[in-house]
Nanobody
Framework: QVQLAESGGGSVQAGGSLRLSCAASRHVWCWGWFRQAPGKEREGVATIMSYGTTTYAESLKGRFTISRDVAKNTAYLQMNSLTPEDTGMYYC??????????????????WGHGAQVTVSS
């Protein structure tokens, strides 16, 4: 079992920045950040392996950066140049299985409760 706790959400004006954190209760091999805007489907934001390999949603490259601190079992999502379109609930996901994390398609087994991000114009 893995418990995930997100923090760092909040309200910011357009152009501002926020950093989300996701603390895991134990070591995990991969992390992911997802978001869901009101009335829209959940979408992937970024993923990172414990050894550092990252992926990003194409539309967010250059503004969002995912990172992790393996010693702290914590992942981060740095979000810059935020726009109102970035408003939504942001979810952290992770998995402790190397097999799951190294597979052709990431299917995270554990999810956080979400952190609200609101960007005003």
């Amino acid at each position: 079992q893995v418990q995930l706790a997100e923090s760092g959400g909040g309200s910011v004006q357009a152009g501002g920045s926020l950093r989300l954190s996701c603390a895991a209760s134990r070591h995990v091999w991969c992390w992911g950040w997802f978001r869901q805007a009101p009335g829209k489907e959940r979408e992937g934001v970024a993923t990172i392996m414990s050894y550092g390999t990252t992926t990003y949603a194409e539309s967010l490259k250059g503004r969002f950066t995912i990172s992790r601190d393996v010693a702290k079992n914590t992942a981060y999502l740095q979000m810059n140049s935020l726009t109102p379109e970035d408003t939504g609930m942001y979810y952290c996901a992770a998995d402790p299985s190397f097999g799951v994390c190294s597979g052709p398609e990431l299917r995270f087994g554990y999810w956080g409760h979400g952190a609200q991000v609101t960007v005003s114009s």
